[in-house]
């Protein structure tokens, strides 16, 4: 009897939670949130075709050191230069960054990810042509293939595909911008920021009123009143 009323007990609780939780989600304004439509980010990501990539690898800019692979990058639309660095690690890792060639200012890159930098192992030029440039490890079970037009690199061992970057044409870098301000949203942002403390003030004051009201026969003083409080006393 007593297990049958604890079943009973738990599925109260948990029917009147999901009430809780519906009724608090259907009490959102949503009006307070922006659309897609409404942000040049979203808009811009959803805008995005696959097997449309604009960004090409100039393989003329392929730079090779016993630390890395660098090798520059360009979106044929917005021409913004971008540079690719890959890194074989040791443990048959391999990392890649990517950055503008000239930023606008140096990125925020978290700290402590990393106790310390990794321990590198070179990669070297195993293969070449017009479009694609072949980098093999020191043990030579993994490769990495990079593709011109449209960009993309694989990383295989053997005939076996591991990981593949760009490979629906969906990759899109964000790069640095400046921030564009004209005279009319000045204006805007102005008279918006204007409007938001006169509306405060006249918020505060018909909370707590202050007020003297003279009239022909008398005063009439309140230091705390609210405006349906106030009565005036008239001749």
Known sequence: MAAVELRLSVRWIFLTW???????????DRSNFKTCEQSAFCKRQRNI????SPYRA??????????????????????????????GLQGNMT???INELNPLKTRYEVRDVLVQEPPTVPLTVVG???????????????????TSKPF??????????????????LMVFEHLRKRKDSYTEKISSTVGS????????FIRASTVLRCRVVSRVGVIQSDEMTPSELSLKMG
């Open 194 to 201: 204007m409007w938001s403390k006169i509306k405060n003030m």
């Open 18 to 28: 999901v009430a809780l939780h519906i009724t608090t989600t259907e009490a959102v």
């Open 152 to 169: 993309r690199m694989d990383i295989m061992t053997g005939n076996e595909l591991l990981l593949s970057i760009n490979s629906r044409g």
């Open 128 to 146: 070449r042509d017009e479009d694609s440039v072949e980098l093999g490890f020191e043990n030579k079970l993994y490769k990495v293939i990079i």
């Open 95 to 97: 990392r890649i960054k």
């Open 58 to 87: 100039l393989l003329n800019s392929l730079d090779v050191t016993h630390e890395s692979v660098k090798l520059q990058l360009i979106n044929e639309v917005n021409k913004v230069p971008l540079l690719l660095e890959v890194y």
């Open 49 to 52: 075709k696959p097997e449309n």
